[in-house]
């Protein structure tokens, strides 16, 4: 995943549009890919996943896209609501035991 | 409430000290693993246990140290503590050693 830094990106959107928060991943050995949602306070929340050979996955709200070319993993939102202001990062995996390795977050806000 | 558990959910400590942090992982699964989140360095992995042997390592400093016991609950060890060891600590659990990543709601650590 990228370097972890300070500064976390931040996307505003309107409540009602469509959400996309993009990641960049480093190891073209990642075989297993998540999002996750952490409010303030509160641990990481699963949101979606995707394995290595499937380059999209959908769930209710979201879905995931995944070019292994590029190495770059996307969150899309649609409908975003209130609810959805949280921080967002992407994290991956090379298969076998190890621990996640998580991206830069980032701060989607939410406009009224 | 993701069916993880961590005690204590605060914790302050002077310098020096050591401390024990505590991890239930969700009924079934397996595999425990530590976290550290700070500012500076985002979400960083620590240390793997699976079924009661340890299974990984990440970033984990030699002052630091974990267990996990045969009913799967782990403890995180964190001695001669100093400033820069305040963070959010996470545990997560899934029930292999690959997928279905479930995080606590933390423990957050304050050194003074």
């Known amino acids: 995943g990228e370097s972890v830094g300070l500064h976390l990106p931040t996307l505003s959107v309107q409540e009602g549009d469509n959400s996309i928060i993009n990641c960049a991943y480093s190891?073209?050995?990642?075989?297993?890919f998540i999002w996750y949602k952490q409010e303030s306070g509160k641990g990481p929340q699963f949101i979606i996943d995707?394995?290595?050979?499937?380059d999209k996955r959908q769930g209710q709200r979201v879905t995931v896209l995944l070019n292994k070319t590029v190495k770059h993993l996307s969150l899309q939102i649609a409908a975003t609501q209130p609810g959805d202001s949280a921080v967002y990062f992407c994290?991956?995996?090379?298969?076998?035991?190890?621990?996640?390795?998580f991206g830069k977050g980032t701060h989607l806000i939410i406009q009224p | 409430d993701s069916g993880v558990t961590q005690t204590p959910k605060h914790l302050i400590t002077a310098t020096g000290q050591r401390v024990t942090l505590r991890c239930s992982p969700r009924?079934?699964?397996?595999?425990v693993y530590w976290y550290q989140q700070s500012l500076d360095q985002g979400l960083q992995f620590l240390i793997q246990?699976?079924?009661?042997?340890?299974?990984a390592k990440g970033n984990i400093l030699e002052r630091f140290s974990a267990q996990q016991f045969p009913d799967l609950h782990s403890e995180l060890n964190l001695s001669s503590l100093e400033l820069g060891d305040s963070a959010l600590y996470f545990c997560?659990?899934?029930?292999?050693?690959?997928?279905?990543?479930?995080f606590g709601s933390g423990t957050r650590l304050t050194v003074v």
């Open positions: 009924s079934g699964d397996l595999s």
């Open positions: 994290a991956e995996k090379e298969g076998g035991a190890d621990g996640l390795t």
């Open positions: 246990y699976y079924n009661g042997e340890e299974r």
């Open positions: 997560a659990s899934s029930p292999g050693d690959s997928y279905g990543y479930t």
């Open positions: 190891n073209s050995a990642s075989d297993y």
């Open positions: 995707i394995r290595s050979n499937m």
